[in-house]
């Protein structure tokens, strides 16, 4: 304590910049990982908290998937014993001119027993139900969403329904708290068989909520409602559901991580290069240290110790920081889901985990110790005789280079070892490790060599400024290679992550080449993936008749479990499919396939779907549907992206057969030849669009609206370039933070022999670009290796898709101006830092 | 219409005076009737002195365990049509189905909600069945103001544990039921007004007091109307769609 008091402190306080700069990358690793983190349990959370509100006292629920199904079911469920209570729900999401609504469709006289509607006005509505339950227009509501739409009873909503617009009108306000705080209060209560006509579900119910007699157990309950209504059900309790939601958020989270853990990387590097240039700024005052009878474990620990200081200092700040950008981050994830899933999540509190900020803590602190270890060994094993001679150490020894690049070609020798072994993930990801290990243990002497290289360009461009700058890179390897490492590193994970959104989006737009062709296509909503409503198949036959028009093709997409993951099932006439959008197979016969598929023989696979499930060609597939078992084999894989977690491609008929559901989500049309694209669409709007809810895109819309998708996708990944980036900056402002310090000298019997001030300044930002221009060069060459394993975690990991290997030579071109730039900025300060000092004091120093 | 309004009339049968199920037996043997028809008015006075009033028109074929019966809301007019249809069995509970012509939609109505209140009054769903004396198990109390105080306990599924009737001895009439559930008292259900309607005693004012919710029901009887001429295929599923 005395040590840190007497040593540290002034050195910290004197080099205060520097200090809060070597604790930027711990900062932002952190806030990565806390924000992210935290905005994905958040969001779940908020997912549990609707559910369980919603639940209510059900112990039981009962669903077959998005179809959903038959009616009938209620009955048979309703004549078991052991059932106390049983009430059909449906639900689903609505926008409306007051906002998004989560509508919970139930039968009133029976879901009381459920959930409790605690109503103001003396319970207007339901001591009524009779009007509520005769006129389909009645709606509950909440307090809080009526008074932030300026609601009272009686009030009249609009909404898009299958039907046109209509009127519902607000029939009891519930009080705030239990079902009323679901979902944010963006919850409206109707009546079940009125909302089966507003969604169009038919005689469906999306599931059955089920309370049990006193003293049946749930194990009992289950088996005796497996036993009533067979197979094809899951009957679950109500904590069950959300798993699509959890899978979608553990790819953010890995993302995330990844981004996180590759921040902290780079903090560590700044950390190193800092403490590694401290140590030998402080050689003289560890020799006195030492000569006055400290020991190795003493100066050990002391460097140790500050290293700590820094890290939890920079995990605080990192933590505060997370917290701040989790709310953004939530309400984007939140977002994102309900485009994707059609369930929307509202804004919510913030939730930090319990374990979260002691990880957080415990991975910024492991961080910057292991940073600091062999600083802290270097200084403890200082000389003290001398360190107390003047003179500069800043050249690395040729033997710690030496065992440096020895180290390096193992590393990397290993790593290619592992290329050929990559079916084994825990092989592979070592791979990967070395990989990055070898270049950063090459890095110096890569640093060095370029270095040496731009020499010539520096002095051509500026003969004397050019040429100190290059000579300052090559004289302080151990003041540049750190920076150059960090920066190296970040400019690796921007081109991966570019590579990988330029190799998605040229995947994505191969695919929708073939697969989205179709003219037209009509849907219940502007987002071709919300499936809150559906069309009945009639109007097909309603859509055929329109002049123009040459074929329709009735497409049925719901969510199903398949090996309990939520899998997308596309129904539709295959045979007709193939005529015109034939997906290129990845396994299989391409004939034969469709073929199979279009009798009702099989399924297609998507790739995504394959590799995700281990599924492989011929396999059985056996998937619980409310009419019994469906078992098809895998008669072919098929490159689709229609879904994250994979896609099945079956006959139309086989869906009906098993989900006995005919309705359709979306009809793709193709017109007849010499047919105008808008004279039919608005023909079709003219026909159907004023007595129901329906909407025309073209093929254009809708390729834009696939494409806005995935740039929402990616808009995480470029927050996570811009983190790479300003690392990267921070790392440059450090690093010549640190060597303006170092050269006072130098800089000072530069001016004295005249130089000037100008001179210098542009000697400083040379040196900075050079810096910039090294891990450019760098950068630019480990990202083409990054990139390589990035696709190969997505392909393994992420998305289950070989979306192919293409290097960004955009983004390299772009990163350049933007590293030199920002190169030239971050030296700004320390050469005005540099021209600014006494003349006498530099000369002095040291 | 319930249960209990139908065993209003009573004969004089002093033979029977003693065993409880005999009495029963002998009121609803004076309360049998081929068909009924009546008019309804219905007050319901809830919390903060609300009143809402229903009117209905009630039909019924047969007599208790053998019989079907029809109530469709004809005012006020955002409920007309809505109708309601029970088919009384002999040897179990009632099915029960629900017309609701607005959205054109018939629904069952689920044994485990037939405890619920219905349609906002302070009848149940169950208070609107009838069943046969051989559905329960009788037990003579005492007498109480020139009635028979008689405990009835359902042999199958009822939201009730118990009920409480006052049984007059002169003319087979029930004047007064208390119904307990697991809670205890649930209603209490008054008859008065009594008139003789082809020979059969029947109350025109049944009031319901709902215990726990403390709000009353006022049932008044127009146009009544036994043995007429009903068929049987009006009391159907279908026949409901069809009226509307």
């Known amino acids: ?846 | 219409m319930n249960r209990l309004t139908l065993l209003m009339l009573a004969i004089s049968a002093s033979a029977f005076a003693q065993d409880p199920r005999q009495i029963i037996e002998e009121v609803q043997k004076r309360t049998r009737s081929n068909s009924q028809r009546y008019a309804g008015t219905l007050e319901v006075m809830g919390g903060e002195s609300r009143i809402a009033i229903k009117k209905w028109v009630f039909e019924r074929l047969g007599s208790f365990g053998q019989s079907k019966a029809v109530l469709r809301f004809t005012a006020p007019a955002e409920v007309k049509g809505v109708a309601l249809l029970i088919v009384n069995h002999p040897d179990r509970a009632s099915d029960q189905w629900m017309w609701r012509p607005n959205i054109g939609r018939d629904q069952r109505i689920a044994l485990q909600d037939r405890s619920t209140r219905f349609f906002g009054t302070d009848f149940s769903f169950e208070d609107l069945e009838e069943r046969d004396v051989d559905q329960f198990d009788f037990k003579l109390l005492g007498d109480e103001g020139g009635a028979w105080k008689i405990e009835s306990r359902p042999r199958k599924s009822s939201q009730y544990t118990h009920s409480i009737m006052w049984v007059k001895k002169d003319n087979y009439t029930i004047t007064k039921v208390e119904a307990y559930n697991k809670n205890g008292l649930a209603r209490v259900i008054d008859y008065r007004d009594f008139e003789q309607v082809k020979g059969i005693w029947t109350a025109r004012t049944t009031e319901v007091f709902d215990v726990g919710r403390k709000s009353h029901t006022i049932l008044k009887f127009d146009k009544l109307e036994y043995d007429l001429p009903l068929k049987d295929d009006e009391f159907t599923v279908q026949a409901l769609r069809r009226e509307s």
């Open chain 1, 1 to 846: 304590m005395i040590l840190l008091r007497l040593i540290s402190w002034p050195y910290a306080r004197k080099y205060l910049l520097r200090t809060l700069l070597t604790t930027a990358g711990i900062v932002l690793g952190v806030a990565v990982f806390v924000g992210m983190h935290t905005a994905n349990e958040s969001v779940l959370a908020a997912f549990h908290q609707t559910i369980d509100r919603i639940a209510g006292q059900t112990q039981i629920q009962i669903s077959a998937g998005e179809p959903g199904f038959s009616e009938d079911v209620l009955e048979k469920v309703q004549n078991v014993s052991e059932v106390r209570a049983a009430s059909p729900v449906i639900e689903a999401t609505v926008s409306t001119d007051q906002g998004n609504l989560l509508i919970l469709g139930v039968d009133m006289l029976g879901d009381r027993s459920l959930r409790t509607y605690d109503l103001e006005g003396a319970d207007t509505a339901l001591d009524d139900p009779l009007v509520f339950l005769a006129q389909p227009d009645s709606l509950i509501v909440t307090r809080s969403f009526a008074d932030q739409r300026g609601l009272r009873a009686n009030s009249q909503i609009p909404m898009k329904t299958m039907d046109g617009e209509r009127v519902f009108t607000v029939r009891g306000i519930m009080k705030p708290g239990g079902l009323a705080s679901a979902f944010g209060g963006n919850l409206a209560v109707m009546d079940i068989y009125a909302a089966q006509k507003i969604f169009g579900r038919g005689r469906r119910f999306d599931r059955i909520d089920v309370a049990l007699q006193d003293g049946v157990t749930l194990e009992q309950g289950i088996a005796k409602l497996r036993s009533a209504i067979g197979p094809g059900f899951q009957i679950e309790p109500p904590s069950s559901r959300g798993q699509q939601f959890e899978a979608t958020s553990r790819i953010y989270a890995l993302a995330s991580d990844i981004t996180s853990v590759f921040a902290l990387f780079i903090g560590m590097f700044i950390i190193y290069n800092t403490f590694a240039i401290a140590v030998t700024q402080r050689r003289a005052e560890i020799g006195i240290l030492r000569a006055l009878g400290a020991t190795r474990g003493q100066i050990r620990t002391l460097f140790l110790t500050e290293s700590a200081i820094t890290g939890l200092v920079g995990t605080l700040a990192g933590v505060a920081f997370g917290v701040a950008m989790a709310r953004g981050m939530a309400g984007y994830i939140g977002g994102l889901l309900e485009e994707v899933y059609g369930v929307s999540q509202s804004g919510g509190n913030i939730e930090i985990a319990p374990w979260l900020i002691p990880a957080a803590v415990a991975m910024g602190l492991a961080t910057s110790l292991i940073a600091a270890v062999i600083p802290a060994r270097a200084a403890a094993f200082v000389d003290p005789v001398k360190a107390l001679q003047k003179g500069s150490f800043q050249s690395l020894g040729e033997g710690e280079s030496g065992l440096r690049r020895r180290w390096a070609i193992v590393c990397a020798v290993l790593s290619v070892i592992a290329l050929a072994l990559t079916r084994d993930t825990l092989v592979f990801y070592a791979g990967y490790l070395l990989a990055v290990l070898a270049a950063v243990l090459l890095a110096p002497a890569m640093a060095l060599g370029l270095a040496r290289a731009l020499r010539p360009l520096l002095a051509r461009i500026r003969p004397v400024e050019g040429a100190l700058a290059a000579d300052s890179l090559i004289q302080g390897p151990r003041r540049t290679s750190g920076t150059v490492a960090a920066l190296m590193l970040s400019l690796a994970l921007v081109i991966s992550l570019g590579g990988l959104a330029r190799s998605s989006y040229n995947s994505l737009s191969e695919w929708m080449r073939i697969a989205l062709n179709p003219d037209l296509f009509v849907t219940t909503a502007e987002s071709v993936t919300a499936r809150t409503f559906v069309f009945p198949a009639s109007l097909g036959e309603g859509l055929r008749a329109i002049d123009g028009v040459g074929e329709v093709q009735l497409v049925r997409s719901v969510r199903v479990l398949v090996r309990n993951t939520p899998i997308m099932v596309v129904a539709t006439d295959v045979g007709s499919l193939a005529r015109r959008a034939k997906l290129p197979p990845v396994e299989g016969d391409s004939e034969e396939m469709y073929r199979l598929t279009a009798e009702g023989k099989g399924v297609l696979a998507s790739e995504n779907f394959a590799r995700l499930q281990g599924v492989r060609m011929g396999e059985m597939l056996e998937i619980s549907a409310p009419e019994g078992t469906l078992k098809l084999p895998v008669v072919g894989i098929v490159r689709d992206f229609s879904d994250q977690q994979g896609s099945l491609l079956m006959q139309r008929e086989v869906f009906v057969k098993y989900w006995r559901d005919d309705s359709v989500n979306v009809f793709r049309i193709y017109l007849k030849p010499g047919a105008k694209e808008a004279e039919v669409r608005q023909r079709i709007l003219d026909a159907f669009g004023s007595r129901q809810r329906l909407f025309v895109l073209t093929n254009r819309d809708l390729r834009n609206y696939v494409i806005r998708l995935t740039d929402q996708w990616f808009g995480l990944t470029y927050v996570q370039i811009a983190v790479a980036v300003l690392v990267a900056v921070l790392g440059i402002v450090n690093a010549l933070t640190v060597s303006i310090t170092d050269r006072r000298r130098e800089i000072g019997v530069l001016r004295a022999v005249g130089g000037t001030r100008q001179q210098v300044r542009h000697t400083v930002w040379m040196e900075a670009m050079g810096v910039g221009m090294i891990g450019l060069i760098l950068g630019l060459a480990l990202g083409a290796i990054q990139l390589y394993y990035s696709v190969e975690i997505a392909r393994r990991d992420l998305i289950g898709i070989d979306i192919g290997y293409s290097y960004p030579v955009q983004t390299a071109l772009a990163l350049a101006p933007v590293i030199l730039f920002a190169a030239f900025l971050a030296a700004l300060g320390p050469a005005e830092s540099a021209v600014r000092g006494s003349l006498v004091e530099a000369l002095e120093y040291e």
